[in-house]
């Protein structure tokens, strides 16, 4: 099956600087790559997802990048904003998606 | 609230009791999935439904845990025997799926079980 790896684990930065959360997958059949936002206490919610046709999509100032040769996507969010500070998640795969583990973003202020 | 919602939302249950949770999906989605997620972890695939077929079962989910969607539209979750490792936040998400394309799923707030 497919296994998602996603790093850092934990990533601080300041407010209005950017971050960068990384991923890869094994399965070169997944074509469907969402990440989701999940604050404390709260329910995981998409905040953007790319299919593989597809290599760069943006969203204000989110985007994600997506190399299907490499296997790997990336979340950019850019001018962090304290309420960015959340645990987000990436996730892949063709018939069901595999959740990485989690990055904890904190945006300093 | 036409989101999903789960009941009960906490649960707590001893040791080798069988516990129950019910998910009702977004009406007219037709995808139906359970995870489980623990403290510091992304969400754990469990099952997942399309209408009232149950398509996947982890290969790691023990024979205690069982799920239904009889009509294809709220599902049950079950386990039996529970043990004190099955603490965690069960959580059901839905979605439509269209022709064979994912698309976003829509989570609800969750199921805490604690085993004492």
């Known amino acids: 099956g497919e296994n998602v790896e996603q790093h850092p684990s934990t990533l601080s930065v300041q407010e209005g600087d950017s971050a960068v959360i990384k991923c890869t997958y094994s399965?070169?059949?997944?074509?469907?790559f969402p990440w989701y936002k999940q604050e404390l206490g709260k329910r995981p919610q998409l905040i953007i997802d790319?299919?593989?046709?597809?290599g760069e999509k943006k969203d204000q100032r989110i985007a994600v990048t997506l190399n299907k040769t490499a296997k790997h996507f990336s979340l950019h969010i850019t001018e962090t904003q304290p309420e960015d500070s959340a645990v987000y998640f990436c996730?892949?795969?063709?018939?069901?998606?595999?959740f990485g583990i989690g990055t904890k973003l904190q945006v300093i202020p | 609230d036409t989101g999903v919602s789960q009941n009960p939302r906490h649960k707590i249950t001893k040791r080798g009791q069988n516990v129950t949770f019910r998910c009702d999906p977004i009406?007219?989605?037709?995808?139906l999935y359970w995870y489980r997620q623990t403290l510091g972890q992304g969400p754990e695939f469990l099952t997942y439904?399309?209408?009232?077929?149950?398509?996947?079962k982890s290969r790691l989910l023990s024979d205690r845990f069982s799920a239904e969607r009889p009509k294809g539209s709220f599902s049950t979750l079950e386990i039996q025997r529970t043990e004190q490792g099955d603490s965690a936040m069960y959580l059901c998400?839905?979605?439509?799926?269209?022709?064979?394309?994912?698309?976003?799923?829509?989570f609800g707030p969750g199921t805490r079980l604690t085993v004492l």
């Open positions: 998400a839905s979605s439509r799926l269209s022709g064979t394309s994912l698309s976003e799923q829509f």
């Open positions: 399965d070169s059949a997944s074509n469907y």
């Open positions: 790319i299919r593989s046709n597809v």
């Open positions: 996730a892949g795969g063709y018939q069901k998606v595999t």
């Open positions: 009406s007219e989605h037709n995808r």
């Open positions: 439904f399309q209408n009232e077929a149950q398509l996947e």
